[in-house]
């Protein structure tokens, strides 16, 4: 069965700091790996999706790589905003649309 | 263009009742699969549906149960609630077909069960 872990659980920088999230999955087999935020009592807003063939994906500040051989994805965020505080998640798919999710990483930037 | 839409926002319920929860898709996507979130299993797939049929299955009983309209629109009930129901249950929706696509969410329902 796949097992996303997510590390660290919460983590708080100062505005301006880049950041690193990490993710690791057990079984290699993905299609895509996908990173979400989620605010508060809110539903997931999708940040970026990387294929199984693809190594990186950027959009604005983020930066999501995969390593699928190894089981590791990595989202970068530069110039952290107080706007960024969220719980940020990651998902594999295995097929069928089935997504299975990682714990998040509860991310907190004080202005 | 809309995004994901889930009704209601929050239910609350008594154990052993029955609920529905209702989940209009992005225009255009076909496929809809259902999410459970909890504190301490985290985010649990429930089950897909594709084209009016069920293409996929979590690890759940048989009182969760689900359906989806010619019009993509998804519905999932629940039958005999219990404590352990209570949960945020997230839509998500795709254009379907393969597995290569995004998944879209909606802002879910808040399930309370008393």
């Known amino acids: 069965k796949q097992e996303v872990t997510q590390i660290p659980a919460a983590l708080s920088v100062p505005e301006g700091e880049n950041l690193v999230l990490n993710c690791s999955f057990t079984?290699?087999?993905?299609?895509?790996l996908q990173w979400f935020r989620q605010d508060p009592g809110k539903g997931l807003t999708s940040l970026l999706l990387?294929?199984?063939?693809?190594r990186e994906q950027t959009s604005g500040r983020l930066n999501a790589s995969l390593d699928k051989s190894s089981g590791r994805s990595t989202l970068y965020i530069a110039a952290s905003q107080p706007g960024d505080s969220a719980t940020y998640l990651c998902?594999?798919?295995?097929?069928?649309?089935?997504?299975?999710f990682g714990t998040g990483t509860r991310l907190t930037v004080i202005p | 263009k809309a995004g994901v839409t889930q009704t209601p926002r929050y239910l609350i319920k008594t154990r052993g009742q029955q609920v529905t929860l209702s989940c209009s898709p992005i225009?255009?996507?076909?496929?809809v699969s259902w999410y459970q979130q909890t504190p301490g299993q985290g985010l649990q797939f429930l089950f897909e549906?594709?084209?009016?049929?069920?293409?996929n299955k979590g690890n759940f009983p048989g009182r969760f149960s689900g359906r989806q309209f010619s019009n993509s629109r998804s519905e999932m009930n629940v039958s005999t609630l219990e404590l352990g129901d209570s949960a945020l249950y997230l839509c998500?929706?795709?254009?379907?077909?393969?597995?290569?696509?995004?998944?879209?969410f909606g802002d879910g329902t808040r399930l309370s069960i008393l």
């Open positions: 998500a929706s795709s254009l379907g077909g393969d597995s290569y696509q995004p998944q879209h």
């Open positions: 079984d290699s087999a993905i299609y895509n």
């Open positions: 990387i294929q199984s063939s693809q």
């Open positions: 998902a594999v798919s295995t097929g069928a649309n089935n997504l299975f």
């Open positions: 225009s255009g996507h076909r496929s």
């Open positions: 549906y594709f084209s009016e049929t069920q293409r």
